[in-house]
């Protein structure tokens, strides 16, 4: 029997996925493998490919049989009315501001807050941290009633205020950027101290520096999830003024579904921001994913 | 000699050090002004919620209106269990998710194994089978019910080629979920795929290669190492799949608003409903914590089950 050294499937860096041959795939043409995927690929995409090209038809080809592949004629109209009927630069500027200082704020606690369960001890340190980590199985149907009554109570509702003090601290955050914390050698604190940096001193120069691979992909994870976030804005937010982009396009699709032209229009507005950010970002949203070490 | 980061010469962890200046030395003041303030955020937000939700689910008064609270016992309990629509909500939820599960666990699987065995152009495939993950439910919502179209929609269109009948897919009670957990695994494909590929990498290869060696073929060596090797990836993406499939609500909202005939009322639709359409808070609550108890009951047997299978 070969002796097999098993290797440690825990921290592992940035460059995660290997090129693992397995054996079965060897015997299934590599071309099979190539067409299945291309095949699921433009499942993935099609929708997305019909949602944007439909926002520039007229109603009658959206409809049409079979299915126009390019819009013809090509219109803005939809886009047209759909800025007559909804404020879309508002909705825009409303869910970029909450996501932005969502994302901003998550990043530092959740940053300050791991390093501290990484890299300190005290009293109860276990305890808190698992009754932090259980609130992450508590389903949030559980807590809005009463969150949103405490925010009524803070006159946190029907602002913006309501939408991001309840995300103040992050749980998967804090989860994920202690995980990586522990990479950062002890040696390095202590030598920082022993200069005379102060404990925030310590943090800022030297911690968050060293762990910014994770507090971007949690950046970019947060981004998109405040981005995409409708429940909560549906309860909080009563002034149509006030709505996100997701809570604005829903309720326009709901008074409006059968003109799908500006519907649609809506919901490639909603998308196409969201998608750059990912294309530009993916590299670290995939090794922020892998970084998570799901592992035995 | 190199010391480690909040030792317990140092730390409030070490009774020897209950003097105050100890206590308020600039280590301990840095801890405690990052903690103190998390404890309060998670009992704010979090804990101090589940027993205002355990509380609230006695009473009778609609406590949203801030009107003082009635004290009615298990009267909302009962009346939950007596609904006939809790049941058919939460039979709801439950087909949702035990077909959303395995097919959504399956093929992302399928999925990884195949980026997994492609070097050339992997990330790019990543990326694609990424793209439904990041955008936002909502417009998916949008566009899927658009293609679902009895008349000029997609599905039906492709239907009609292969000279098949058209289905009334949303509007049809029997189709209606269905539909919707086609969608909502179509969405989360690339997501626990790349989990599943993240599981793989981590999988030696001597270990394949010393099966190879033994004379063990390709399907052998995946259902004796690969299978074992990702059971804790597995384990994660069932159960949070579980978890998150329970919990199921924007798509019902947006798609079919509970219908047809409310096949498609999930639990969590019809929590919110009675809280935030009907005023019963108190009602509401009850749902929830029922769906609370459910949901820690079925997570707690997931874990202990994997915990069993963990031993390899």
């Known amino acids: 029997m070969a002796a097999v050294t098993s290797t440690s499937t825990s921290s592992r860096s940035s460059t995660v996925v290997r090129a693992n041959r397995l054996p079965f795939w060897k015997i299934f043409p590599k071309l099979m493998v190539y067409v299945l995927l291309t095949v699921g690929s433009v499942t993935m995409v099609m929708p997305f490919y019909f949602m944007i090209t439909s926002s520039f038809k007229t109603e009658s080809a959206i409809n049409a049989v079979p299915p126009q592949w390019w819009p013809s004629p090509f219109i803005i109209d939809n886009y047209k009315q759909l800025l007559t009927m909804i404020d879309i630069p508002l909705l825009f500027t409303n869910s970029l501001i909450i996501a932005v200082i969502v994302t901003v704020v998550t990043m530092y606690t959740s940053a300050l807050v791991g390093y501290v369960f990484a890299k300190f001890s005290f009293w109860g340190k276990n305890f808190i941290f698992m009754a932090i980590l259980a609130t992450m199985m508590i389903p949030w149907p559980v807590t809005m009633v009463p969150v949103y009554q405490i925010c009524l109570k803070l006159g946190l509702v029907n602002n913006f205020g309501g939408i991001i003090i309840p995300s103040l601290f992050s749980t998967f955050g804090i989860f994920m950027v202690r995980q990586f914390m522990h990479t950062i050698p002890n040696d390095l604190l202590d030598a920082a101290r022993i200069d005379g940096a102060s404990e925030m001193a310590t943090f800022h120069r030297i911690v968050v520096p060293n762990s910014m691979a994770s507090i971007s992909a949690l950046g970019i994870f947060t981004f998109l999830w405040s981005w995409d976030n409708f429940l909560w804005p549906l309860i909080v937010l009563m002034d149509e003024r006030l709505f996100t982009l997701p809570l604005g396009i829903a309720m326009f699709a709901g008074r409006w579904w059968t003109s799908f032209g500006p519907v649609l229009a809506g919901a490639t507005v909603s998308v196409v921001p969201v998608l750059i950010v990912f294309l530009i970002f993916q590299k670290n949203i995939t090794e922020g994913m892998t970084m998570t070490g799901i592992k035995g | ?312």
Not at chain 2, 34 to 47: E, G, K, Q, S
Not at chain 2, 55 to 69: H, I, Q, W, Y
């Open chain 2, 1 to 312: 000699m190199a010391s480690i980061a909040g030792t317990t010469t140092g730390s409030l962890a070490n009774p020897r050090n209950l003097s105050w200046r100890k206590i308020l030395s600039s280590r301990n003041r840095f801890v405690m002004a990052v903690i103190i303030p998390t404890i309060i955020f998670y009992l704010l937000f979090a804990y101090l919620p589940i027993l205002g939700s355990l509380a609230m689910s006695f009473t009778g008064v609609d406590t949203m209106l801030a009107m003082k609270p009635v004290w009615i016992g298990l009267q909302n309990y009962i009346q939950a269990i007596g609904d006939t629509l809790t049941w058919v909500s939460l039979q709801n939820s439950f087909a949702f998710t035990l077909v959303s599960v395995p097919l959504g666990t399956i093929s992302s699987l399928a999925i990884a194994l195949m980026l997994n065995s492609i070097t050339r152009q992997r990330a790019v495939f990543r990326t694609i089978y990424f793209i439904p993950v990041v955008t936002s439910m909502v417009a998916v919502s949008i566009v899927w019910k658009w293609m679902y179209q009895p008349a000029f929609g997609l599905f039906n269109q492709m239907l009609s080629v292969v000279n098949l009948p058209e289905l009334k897919w949303l509007n049809d009670p029997n189709l209606a979920m269905f539909a919707i957990v086609i969608m909502s695994v179509w969405k989360s494909l690339g997501f626990n795929a790349v989990i599943f590929l993240a599981g793989l990498g981590g999988i030696p290869k001597e270990y394949f290669e010393a099966a190879a060696i033994d004379g063990a073929d390709g399907w052998k060596s995946f259902v004796h190492i690969t299978l074992p090797m990702l059971q804790s990836t597995t384990a994660f993406v069932v159960i949070t799949g579980v978890i998150n499939c329970l919990q199921v609500f924007t798509q019902m909202y947006i798609m079919t608003k509970g219908g047809p005939f409310d096949s498609t009322r999930s639990i969590v639709y019809v929590i919110y409903e009675r809280a935030f359409v009907d005023f019963m808070g108190g009602y509401s609550a009850s749902l929830a914590m029922i769906l609370f108890v459910i949901i820690m009951v079925i997570s707690l047997f997931q874990l202990r089950m994997y915990r069993q299978n963990w031993e390899y």
